[in-house]
C-alpha cells in the first residue's frame, strides 16, 4: 500500500459523525443539516432534459478532451463571465468536478524528487491537504484569520518555503470564509509564482455565488488579462456546475490556464481514466450557456442570508460573506465541538466545527471556536435552524 496513505487525517463530516454518534437528537424536532455544503436548490429543468435526451451516448467511448462543442461553451462563458479569451483548443479540459481534478493535478504536476512544498490556505478544503501529500509533498499551512481578512498575506511566508514551492492552492471565494482575492493579491500571487516557479491552482467554484450584482468575485484568469499575461502562463483555474447550477451530482466542471501545462495535464488524464460521459458534457454544454438559472440561484442566496443574519447576530460574531453560501461565526462556548454536540443534541441542527477544516500551526489553529453553516436548504428552513441555534446560545 502507498505509505503517505497513513499520513492522510478522517475527512470532516467523518469526523463530524464519529463526534455525534452517541448524542441523542430529539425525536420530535425534525434535523436541519447545515454541515454540508451540498446544494438544494432544483437543478435547471432544460439541463435534466438534453441529459435525458441524450442517453443513447452512454453506447460512446468519450474524449478525455471533451467534445468541441463542451470546450467551446466554456470558452465563451469564460469570456462573457471573466472577460478572458481563452483557447478552446489548448487552454480548456473538462473534468469531473472540481474535487477530482483538485486531486489529479497535483498528482500530474508535483515532483516528488525535490522534497516540495504544497502551500494551501489554512482553513481549507481538505482534498488540497491529501492531494499534496499523496504526491510526495509537504503541505504548508497559511492562515487566514479576521486579522487579514480572511485572505493569506503572503508576506509571511518564509523564503525557504517560497524556493520548495511548487504548486500553491488559492481558494477564491474561500471555503468556508467566503473571502475574496483582490486584484491586488492575485497579481502578488503571480509575481511570486514568476520568481519561485511554482504553479497557482485557483479554486473558483464558488465564484458565481455573490451578494452584489455589479461586483462579481474577480478571477485568476481576468487579472492575468488585465496585466497583459495573455498566455496565462503558471495558472490554472477549477470551475464547477456543482454550486453554480445546483449539479453537484452531474460531476461536472473544468480547468483552464496555461496550455503547457493542460497539455502535460491531458496526457496524465488519458491514463488516469476520467472522461466525462457523453449525456454529462452535452446536459453541461446547456448549463454553461444559460445565466438566467443562476441569477435565480443567486437571489435565493441573497434571500437567506438577509433572513438568518438578523436571528443570528444578538447570540454569536457573525457577518456577511464576500461571497459563496457559508457563514463562519465565532461560538459563544468558545469551544466549536461542543458547540456543535450540543446543538445537534438539544436542537437537531448540525454544524461543522471550524476546526475540521483546518490545522493546528506555531501561529494557532484558524478554525478554533468557530463552526461553519451551509444556508444550502430552502429558506424556511435556514430561518427555522437559525432560530433553534439562536434558542440555543439564549440558553448557554
Known amino acids: 500500500m502507498h505509505k503517505q496513505l497513513n499520513l492522510l487525517q478522517p475527512y470532516p463530516f467523518q469526523r463530524l459523525a464519529d463526534l455525534l454518534n452517541d448524542i441523542q437528537a430529539p425525536a420530535d424536532i425534525a434535523p436541519i443539516k447545515l454541515s454540508i455544503g451540498e446544494p438544494k436548490h432544483s437543478p435547471p429543468e432544460f439541463v435534466l432534459d438534453a441529459l435525458k435526451d441524450n442517453l443513447a451516448g452512454i453506447a460512446q467511448y468519450p474524449l478525455t478532451k471533451g467534445s468541441p462543442d463542451l470546450r467551446e461553451a466554456i470558452s465563451d462563458w469564460l469570456h462573457r ?3 478572458s479569451p481563452v483557447s478552446s483548443e489548448q487552454q ?7 474535487r477530482e481534478a483538485l486531486f489529479a493535478f497535483a498528482q500530474c504536476v508535483i515532483n516528488s524528487n525535490d522534497n516540495p512544498v504544497v502551500i494551501m490556505p489554512n482553513p481549507f478544503y481538505q482534498i488540497y491537504e491529501g492531494a499534496a501529500i499523496l504526491a510526495g509533498a509537504q503541505p504548508w499551512f497559511l492562515n487566514t484569520t479576521a486579522d487579514n481578512d480572511y485572505l493569506p498575506d503572503l508576506n509571511s511566508i518564509p523564503e525557504s518555503v517560497w524556493r520548495k514551492c511548487q504548486l500553491f492552492y488559492a481558494c477564491s471565494p474561500g471555503n468556508p470564509t467566503g473571502a475574496v482575492f483582490t486584484d491586488s493579491l492575485w497579481q502578488q500571487l503571480i509575481e511570486y509564482a514568476d520568481k519561485y516557479d511554482f504553479v497557482i491552482a485557483a479554486d473558483e467554484c464558488y465564484s458565481e455565488i455573490y451578494p452584489d450584482e455589479d461586483q462579481p468575485p474577480p478571477g485568476l484568469l481576468q487579472v492575468c488579462r488585465q ?8 495558472c490554472v483555474v ?3 456546475l456543482s454550486k453554480r447550477s445546483n449539479l453537484p451530482g452531474l460531476r461536472s466542471g473544468f480547468v ?6 493542460l497539455e502535460r495535464f491531458l496526457l496524465y488524464r488519458t491514463y488516469h481514466g476520467c472522461a466525462m460521459s457523453v449525456p454529462t458534457q452535452i446536459a453541461s454544454v446547456a448549463a454553461w450557456k444559460d445565466e438566467t438559472h443562476v441569477l435565480k440561484n443567486r437571489h435565493m442566496y441573497r434571500e437567506k442570508f438577509a433572513a438568518v443574519l438578523p436571528i443570528l447576530s444578538p447570540w454569536m460574531s457573525v457577518e456577511q460573506p464576500e461571497a ?3 457563514l463562519w461565526p465565532e461560538v459563544p462556548t468558545g469551544d466549536e465541538a461542543s ?3 450540543g446543538l445537534y443534541g438539544q436542537q437537531h441542527v448540525t454544524v461543522l466545527p471550524g476546526s475540521y477544516l483546518s490545522r493546528n500551526t506555531p501561529n494557532g489553529n484558524p478554525g478554533s471556536n468557530r463552526v461553519r453553516m451551509a444556508l444550502v436548504a430552502e429558506t424556511r428552513q435556514c430561518i427555522e435552524a437559525a432560530e433553534r441555534i439562536a434558542h440555543y446560545c439564549e440558553q448557554l
Not at 92 to 98: F, R
Not at 227 to 234: E, L, P, S, V
Not at 256 to 261: L, P, R, S
Open 92 to 98: 480548456i479540459l473538462p473534468v469531473n468536478g472540481t
Open 339 to 341: 458547540f456543535a454536540c
Open 324 to 326: 459563496s453560501f457559508y
Open 81 to 83: 463571465r471573466f472577460h
Open 238 to 240: 477549477f470551475h464547477s
Open 227 to 234: 496585466i497583459g499575461r495573455d498566455d496565462y502562463a503558471r
Open 256 to 261: 483552464a490556464g496555461d496550455a503547457n501545462i
